[in-house]
């Protein structure tokens, strides 16, 4: 059973930074590509669709969005079966719960539904 668990999240303020780690287990870590997606509240309180933010070939290509890029940092350590989201200069649009997902797609990807396995998430709030 594929396991995802991501940390690191919490409450900063805008100009600072967090790190996030995604744990996995349960599946060949290196054969995955791995991504970071977030999602946030919608003016009815309801969750919007799941943005992408970043993602890791196993090859260690890296995908950013445009609105991280300079700022956010994908890593991954095979080793650890880990990865991470370096987070830098967080602005309050960058608030949400950040998710971790898992791909097997020949490809890596910034579509969430080429990715089969998500972690629970964790949040990330920024004030101003």
């Known amino acids: 059973q594929v396991q995802l668990v991501e940390s690191g999240g919490g409450e900063v303020q805008a100009g600072d930074s967090l790190r996030l780690s995604c744990a996995a287990s349960?599946?060949?870590?290196?054969?995955?590509?791995m991504a970071w997606f977030r999602q946030t509240l919608g003016k009815e309180r309801e969750f919007v669709e799941r943005?992408?933010?970043?993602?890791?070939?196993?090859?260690?290509?890296?995908l950013y969005h445009d609105s991280v890029k300079g700022r956010f940092t994908i890593s991954r350590d095979d080793a650890k079966a880990t990865v991470f989201l370096q987070m830098n200069t967080l602005k309050p649009v960058d608030t949400a719960v950040y998710y971790c997902?898992?791909?097997?797609?020949?490809?890596?990807?910034?579509?969430?539904?080429?990715?089969?396995?998500w972690g629970q998430g964790t949040q990330v709030t920024v004030s101003s």
């Open positions: 349960g599946l060949s870590f290196t054969e995955y590509h």
């Open positions: 943005e992408f933010v970043a993602a890791i070939s196993w090859g260690g290509a890296t």
């Open positions: 997902a898992a791909s097997s797609y020949y490809t890596v990807s910034s579509l969430p539904n080429r990715y089969s396995d």
